[in-house]
Antibody, heavy 116, light 108 residues
Framework: EVQVVDSGGGLVQPGGSLRLSCAAS????????MSWVRQAPGKGLEWVSA????????YYADSVKGRFTISRDNSKNTVYLQMNSLRAEDTAIYYC?????????WGQGTLVTVSS | EIVLTQSPGSLSLSPGERATLSCRAS???????LAWYQQKPGQAPRLLIY???SRATGIPDRFSGSGSGTDFTLTISGLEPEDFAVYYC?????????FGQGTKVEIK
């Protein structure tokens, strides 16, 4: 059974940093890209970042480029999202998802709140 | 980037009725790389349809997808009580991946 469990959210001040983690199981982790998708309160879905299975391909939305860094550790079946220079508009539930272009398995989400 | 526009914004229907949701792209979606998701309050999205018309694992056959190019449709034939939710389309033919703004299907 495929499982995706994201964690690491919390309350952080504007300009601060946070690292999200996503642990996956039930599939050959290194064979698949993984993505982060976020959802601001009461809003729709926004793709944030993706990383290929080998980490050779890394992609970011323009809204986070230069501030967020995605990485993965295939020995631990885990993906990370390092978020720096956080802004109020980054407040959202962040979901980790297994990607095949579409997102076939999602984590439960972790809430990031950027506020003073 | 490809902008996806979903219509209507909300739909008020009774159980047993047919729901027809539209997703229109600002430019042609390559290889019909379009997916549909269902999201209920407090839950993560769930994949329903990929490649415009293929049902994901475990999705009932009352959900069907159609379309190509710039116009896509999700049809729910015979709404069940658990189908009342928000539905999103997403394209993955061109980077960046983009989502529509969602259609809320409400109980009438």
């Amino acid at each position: 059974e495929v499982q995706v469990v994201d964690s690491g959210g919390g309350l952080v001040q504007p300009g601060g940093s946070l690292r999200l983690s996503c642990a996956a199981s039930g599939f050959i982790f290194s064979n698949y890209a993984m993505s982060w998708v976020r959802q601001a309160p009461g809003k729709g879905l926004e793709w944030v970042s993706a990383i290929s299975g080998s980490a050779g391909g890394i992609y970011y939305a323009d809204s986070v480029k230069g501030r967020f860094t995605i990485s993965r550790d295939n020995s631990k079946n885990t993906v990370y999202l390092q978020m720096n220079s956080l802004r109020a508009e980054d407040t959202a539930i962040y979901y980790c998802a297994k990607e095949r272009g579409y997102f076939d398995y999602w984590g439960q989400g972790t809430l990031v709140t950027v506020s003073s | 980037e490809i902008v996806l526009t979903q219509s209507p914004g909300s739909l008020s229907l009774s159980p047993g009725e047919r729901a027809t949701l539209s997703c229109r792209a600002s430019q042609s979606v390559r290889s019909s790389n379009l997916a549909w998701y269902q999201q209920k309050p407090g839950q993560a999205p769930r994949l329903l349809i990929y490649d415009a018309l293929s049902r994901a694992t475990g999705i009932p056959d009352r959900f069907s997808g159609s379309g190509s190019g710039t116009d896509f449709t999700l049809t729910i034939s015979g709404l069940e009580p658990e189908d009342f939710a928000v539905y999103y389309c997403q394209q993955y033919g061109t980077s960046p991946r983009t989502f529509g703004q969602g259609t809320k299907v409400e109980i009438k």
